[in-house]
């Protein structure tokens, strides 16, 4: 009777999938920018700022935080989706209120939830400083502003400050899309183009 032989293979899987980042920022940089037009004035909070926290901001960025955990991105995966889902709940804290589901926040209450949010962002700007990018690391410095900005105007009621918050997020938002569209231009051409 013939002995079984022992087999070893050695596998290399390349990973070819695609780089999730510009999906993310473009999700967070379409958002943004439309809301943020909504504070400096021109336009109100309506449904096409809420499509586009849920559609963009909100999925666009969840789908590209599963896709940069799956590259094994513990930024990437943890930043996109969390702050996808953000989007998804500042769209809920306007829909509940106007579907009747729920009363809509108290100031204070929404005053901590932007001033959570921008710790959380804090911490994130942190992590980007061993990024190697000058681009991302500008986002999260305009997003920390932003949300602290925004938790102030809620927690002290002051309304002048409104328009200072839309001109850092219209900053943020565009700062987000360069960032997204440079990746797709460096990765389109396989080189820098666009410095990020």
């Known amino acids: 009777m013939a002995e079984a032989q022992e087999v070893v ?11 999730p980042t510009p999906l993310g920022f473009t999700g967070l940089g379409l958002a943004a920018v439309l809301l943020s037009l909504s504070y400096i004035g021109l336009y109100p909070v309506d449904s096409m700022v809420v499509s586009m926290a849920i559609f963009l901001g909100g999925f666009a960025q969840v789908f590209a935080g599963i896709m940069a955990w799956k590259k094994g991105s513990v930024f990437g995966g943890t930043a996109f989706c969390a702050f996808g889902l953000f989007w998804f709940s500042f769209a809920g804290l306007l829909l509940m209120p106007a579907l009747g589901w729920i009363e809509g926040p108290e100031p204070l209450a929404l005053a901590a939830y932007l001033f959570l949010w921008g710790v959380y962002t804090f911490i994130m700007l942190i992590a980007t400083l061993k990024l190697g990018s000058k681009a991302i690391m500008f986002i999260f410095v305009t997003l920390f502003l932003l949300f602290m900005l925004l938790a102030v105007i809620n927690g002290t009621g002051n309304t002048g400050l409104l328009v200072i918050a839309g001109y850092v997020g219209l900053i943020m938002g565009l700062s987000a899309l360069y960032t997204a569209l440079g990746e797709v231009l460096n990765d389109a051409y396989g080189r820098t183009v666009v410095p990020i």
């Open 9 to 19: 293979t050695d596998v290399n899987i390349k990973d070819k999938t695609a780089n």
